[in-house]
């Protein structure tokens, strides 16, 4: 697999082997032997450059995904035989790097210092689900899911959807934003398939109002960036400093409020290390701390007002 993703990307045999550091012949023969076993043409010569046919175009996804988990395997027996017991693997989004985890592995550290972490960054609350349920990782954080059966939740940490605005917009001078306030709005938010995405939306959509969704984004970042070249508003949670990393924009929170929460995630069905424990303690300390600053009290409005 190593042999063919190499070729593949390279489009030369020579590079292939230089990268995989064998020799020409070795790959020409690795690449004859898989052709002859699968009965596919896998590769064509083309002026010179050695290109991908459609089969492999089709395999390469698969191929891809097996090299990445046969690479978590060896690093995970490395740990082992290295006797890394004090790794801690958290599957997280962006944002929460920021507000949660950082301040809890520094904490840890310096009370453990024997342990290491090791934090994926998914792109989707399904993708840490994931995560967990196949053991990739030990501790998960991510909005709440109806997830895996396997899979125990604790709430950790709870906000509120904002809107996210540049200082000169017209809606910056209020205290909060009202669905009405949004109808004509160019919206900045994440994919539907997040839970804080649907849950404004349906809420949105109890006022009256179907909002113009222009661009999806999966990185709180990611749509300041937007907000900041001036294409649209953005809706996202609370769960980033906002305006210490965006001079130029602000927040206010929508009106009624939507709240939003952070689930920890673990499995039921293995234990986690002491140290695993430990942090999942700091992490709850800290989520209790914070959700008294992620959250602006509103008033008393409601779904009624």
Request: glycine residues 6%.
């Amino acid at each position: 697999m190593r042999v063919l993703e190499a070729v593949y990307r390279t489009g030369s045999v020579t590079a292939a082997a230089q990268i995989i550091n064998v020799t020409q012949p070795s790959i020409s023969k690795t690449v004859r032997q898989v052709e002859e076993f699968t009965g596919l043409k896998l590769f064509e010569n083309v002026a010179g450059r050695v290109l991908p046919t459609s089969h492999l175009h089709a395999l390469m996804p698969q191929i891809r995904r097996n090299l990445l988990d046969h690479s978590r395997i060896m690093s995970r027996i490395d740990d082992l035989r290295r006797g890394r017991s004090g790794l801690i693997r958290i599957a997280t989004s962006p944002a929460l790097i920021d507000i949660l985890h950082a301040e809890a592995a520094m904490a840890l550290k310096h009370e453990e210092p024997q342990s290491d972490f090791d934090f994926r960054v998914a792109t989707s609350t399904r993708e840490i689900v994931e995560l967990i349920a196949s053991g990739e990782a030990d501790i998960g954080t991510c909005q709440p899911s109806s997830g895996d059966v396997n899979i125990n939740a604790r709430p950790i940490i709870l906000g509120q959807a904002i809107c996210i605005m540049p200082r000169s917009h017209r809606l910056a001078k209020n205290d909060f934003v009202l669905p009405e306030d949004l109808r004509d709005e160019d919206i900045i938010s994440y994919p539907l398939t997040e839970p804080t995405s649907r849950t404004v939306f349906e809420r949105f959509a109890e006022f009256g109002i179907v909002l113009k969704n222009t661009i999806e984004v999966n990185w709180t970042v990611g749509a300041c960036c937007f907000v900041n070249t001036g294409m649209g508003v953005a809706i996202c949670s609370s769960f980033v400093d906002i305006e210490n990393y965006f001079p130029n924009l602000c927040a206010r929170p929508i009106a009624p409020e939507i709240p939003v929460r952070v689930d920890m995630l673990t499995s039921s069905l293995k234990p986690l290390s002491v140290l695993a424990e430990k942090f999942c303690e700091k992490i709850i300390q800290i989520g209790t701390e914070r959700s008294g600053i992620l959250r602006r009290p509103i008033g008393g409005l409601d779904a009624g007002s």
